[in-house]
């Protein structure tokens, strides 16, 4: 039974820094990529960063670019997302998720990723 828990959520003041982890387990990952997303209040699930699960490129929205690095410690199998300069647009529900094979194109669509976590909340008060 494949299972992505997330951890490390919080409140936060604006400008501050949150490190968001995300522990795997269930099954082999080799072949799959690891995703980020988030649900602000109110609002549609949104893409935030992606890597490989053997490393390489990494993928993030725009938004979070220069402020959020995503990377994988594969030892632990664990997820890492650290978040820098948080700002209030920032708050939202942090899911990971694992998508098999997902190419290079298809990153950041929530449909190409399988399995999810139950989500942490992020909160960054002006």
């Known amino acids: 039974q494949v299972q992505l828990v997330e951890s490390g959520g919080g409140l936060v003041q604006a400008g501050g820094s949150l490190r968001l982890s995300c522990a795997a387990s269930g099954r082999t990952f080799s072949d799959y990529t690891m995703g980020w997303f988030r649900q602000p209040p109110g609002k549609e699930r949104e893409f935030v960063a992606a890597?490989?699960?053997?490393?390489?490129?990494?993928f993030y929205a725009d938004s979070v670019k220069g402020r959020f690095s995503v990377s994988i410690d594969n030892a632990k199998n664990t997820v890492y997302l650290q978040m820098n300069v948080l700002k209030p647009e920032d708050t939202a529900v942090y899911y990971c998720a694992a998508g098999f094979r997902v190419l290079g194109w298809n990153y950041a669509s929530s449909r190409v990723y399988r399995y999810w976590g139950q989500g942490t909340q992020v909160t960054a008060s002006s």
């Open positions: 890597i490989p699960w053997n490393g390489g490129s990494t």
